[in-house]
T-cell receptor, first 113, second 113 residues
């Protein structure tokens, strides 16, 4: 158990809908990262937050957004969902923005029908 | 050319064998290197972290980095059926700034009892 928690474990929704994925980092970690894992693309970095502020952006679509709250938990919002958004979404955390080791949560499996 | 190349396998070896897993990369900005293990439908688990060229050993695992050749390896000694999983190499650009990790697509390893 990495200490990173994610909810829900599974999410099934329809095209055009909006969903919110939640992540709680390890105790004491200030940085949260979001990744998408699909069969064809592998694990892709989406976005990073550090202590409530956005720090880095990767291959994140404009339909997706994230935030980190004062209690350091983070939410990833996915809107106008398409079939191709079906994937595993992982959250990872690290102690601070200078720490290179990232610990991953169990993931949320999103299915868009 | 992808930034990180990793043979997807599957790689099947008998129990007790030494396993060699490899990744090549093209971006010389990568400064730190990690290996993650991922069981089916689970989150990636950090196995090894290295910052410089050379070898690092932890139990049955040895990570090797050759920055001049842009080549990294993970060796598993005395392999066990419980080592059967997908192994992902991951790389980061800077230890001092914000960034997500760049992953290989993973090698599916099967240890035959």
């Amino acid at each position: 158990d990495s200490g990173v928690t994610q909810t829900p474990k599974h999410l099934i929704t329809a095209t055009g809908q909006r969903v919110t994925l939640r992540c709680s980092p390890r105790s004491g970690d200030l940085s949260v990262y979001w990744y998408q894992q699909s069969l064809d693309q592998g694990l892709q970095f989406l976005i990073q937050y550090y202590n409530g502020e956005e720090r880095a952006k990767g291959n994140i679509l404009e339909r997706f957004s994230a935030q980190q709250f004062p209690d350091l938990h983070s939410e990833l919002n996915l809107s106008s969902l398409e079939l191709g958004d079906s994937a595993l979404y992982f959250c990872a955390s690290s102690a601070d923005h200078r720490t290179d080791t990232q610990y991953f949560g169990p993931g949320t499996r999103l299915t868009v029908l | 050319q992808k930034e990180v190349e990793q043979d997807p396998g599957p790689l099947s070896v008998p129990e007790g064998a030494i396993v060699s897993l490899n990744c090549t990369y093209s971006n010389s900005a990568f400064q730190y290197f990690m290996w993650y293990r991922q069981y089916s439908r689970k989150g990636p688990e950090l196995l090894m972290y290295t910052y410089s060229s050379g070898n690092k050993e932890d139990g049955r695992f040895t990570a090797q980095v050759d920055k001049s050749s842009k080549y990294i390896s993970l060796f598993i000694r005395d392999s066990q059926p419980s080592d059967s999983a997908t192994y992902l190499c991951a790389m980061g650009r800077s230890g001092g700034g914000a960034d997500g990790l760049t992953f290989g697509k993973g090698t599916h390893l099967i240890i035959q009892p």
